[in-house]
């Protein structure tokens, strides 16, 4: 097996996967989908070091990617610390939200139009109300041994 | 401007259509139709997208990605490239449902499974260390933010920022960047040095294969140029009588090598025993490198754990809500 060809296979998943991870950083607004957005990119950028260090037949690429996991799992905790804190200020996942904090001068971004939801929304489970008499019928209430 | 290339098509039309078909199947060509087709391909899936939409994205999505493959040679070995396919087709397809699901929920499950995928690939190159590791650190993660998911997003349904995104100037515009990287990435793998490098490589790995027996490997494949000679440094896995074998027969191998690449027609061969990074007590190895000669990244990266420990909590402000009086927000 082509060790060239097992590189360049490997360089090209690691950019696309990157590329995806930066695409959905920039296009979606919800703060843990863009978390996840940027676990993404850091995946592409492992499959990329691990396939050099194979290639170079030495331990540094996976040396990097065991540091890359250690501080993807700093960042995880603290954004997840971030997403609780700012959802609690804000109410909600929307980064636009934020958006104050921007440089002066910029102008705010505000939705033009909200499109409807284009498939129809699944239906959410949900749970019963707990303590309240069910509505009986009163003959049922007759043969009712209670 | 359309008419123009009509006309011009009609009055000499197979030159025309031959000179157009040989500029598309180009490197600069394939490199662009890939661009167009992964770009088209994510502005149709788009999370607020019908099903028709994204199957029709999906269809564009695997046309780019096949005209992007044809840039990179294949393995020359059929399970190998059929279980790489498989783990290369579940990342991606996960990672491009990651970032089109509507509801966070999704995004995590997908995520998960584009990890499960990353994983496979990290096997799939000798680093099972790094498989286990992905799995386990991620695993938990997830399921952490899966959580958050549930706690923070699922009581609304679905929000109205998740079928939304900027505008619709930067959701079609951020695509064509970032799928020009990939393209450009695939755009170098066209280039005749490589081309002329991958060739040569399976060359030396034949003369390997017949010579050397079936324990010895490749590991290793460099060259450059010197002067207008192309040296080529190979390390091979293989005991000694092997190499000596390898050594007589070197005249041959360059003679080949010359033969097929005529870039490459003066080539000098040097082989060198090699060593394999994946030997049979792999993960022994990994510990010892990890703990030797990265003792002090180890340390660093420990610190690092324990203040971000400490900061996820200052930054949760855990510790506000305790106090007596404080205001609810």
Not at chain 2, 128 to 135: D, K, P, S, V, Y
């Amino acid at each position: 097996m082509s060790e060239t060809a097992l590189l360049q296979n490997y360089l090209l998943v690691g950019s696309i996967l990157f590329a995806l991870g930066l695409t959905g950083f920039l296009i979606r607004r919800n703060l843990i989908v863009m978390f996840l957005c940027a676990e993404m990119m850091l995946q592409g950028v492992s499959l990329s070091l691990i396939a050099w260090g194979r290639y170079h037949n030495d331990w540094s690429g996976q040396m990097l990617v065991i540091f890359i996991i250690t501080v993807a799992a700093c960042e995880a905790g603290i954004a997840l610390a971030l997403v609780l804190a700012l959802c609690r200020k804000s109410g909600s996942l929307d980064i636009v939200n934020w958006q104050n904090v921007r440089e002066e001068g910029r102008m705010p971004y505000i939705d033009q139009e909200v499109p409807a939801e284009a498939m129809e929304s699944e239906a959410w489970p949900t749970l019963t109300p707990a303590g309240i008499e069910p509505a009986t019928d009163q003959q049922e209430l007759y043969r009712s041994n209670v | 401007m359309n008419g123009c290339w009509l006309l011009a098509a009609a009055t000499d039309s197979s030159s025309a259509w031959a000179e157009l078909g040989s500029k598309l199947s180009g490197t600069e060509g394939r490199a662009i139709i890939g661009w167009a087709l992964a770009v088209l391909a994510l502005w149709l899936i788009g999370p607020n997208s019908s099903l028709s939409r994204k199957i029709a994205g999906a269809v564009f999505g695997v046309l780019g990605l096949g005209v992007f493959w044809s840039f990179v040679p294949a393995m020359s070995f059929l399970p190998a490239e059929s279980v790489f396919l498989l783990l290369a087709g579940l990342t991606i397809f996960s990672a491009v449902a990651t970032i089109s699901a509507r509801s966070p929920v999704y995004s995590a499950i997908w995520f998960a499974c584009s990890l499960l995928g990353t994983a496979g690939l990290f096997l799939f190159q000798g680093a099972q260390f790094l498989g286990i590791a992905t799995i386990a650190v991620y695993a938990g993660a997830i399921v952490v933010t899966f959580l958050f998911v549930l706690m923070l997003a699922q009581p609304e349904g679905h929000a109205f920022f998740d079928r939304v995104s900027w505008g619709k100037s930067p959701r079609a515009v951020i695509p064509v960047v970032t799928m020009a990287i990939v393209s450009l990435i695939a755009y170098q793998f066209g280039k005749s040095d490589i081309r002329n490098h991958v060739k040569a490589e399976e060359l030396v790995n034949q003369t390997v294969a017949e010579l050397a027996g079936p324990d010895a490997a490749v590991r290793k494949v460099v060259h450059h140029q010197d002067g207008d000679v192309t040296v080529l440094e190979v390390d091979v896995v293989a005991n000694e009588e092997a190499l000596s074998k390898l050594e007589d027969s070197k005249s041959e191998l360059q003679r080949s090598i010359g033969e097929r690449i005529p870039d490459w027609s003066k080539c000098v061969v040097d082989f060198h025993a090699g060593t394999d990074v994946r030997t049979a007590d792999h993960v022994a190895h990994l510990g010892g490198q990890l703990f030797g000669a990265n003792l002090i990244g180890v340390e660093v990266a420990g610190c690092l754990l324990m203040m971000a420990l400490v900061g996820a909590l200052v930054v949760a402000g855990l510790d506000e809500e305790k106090k007596p009086g404080a205001t609810a927000r």
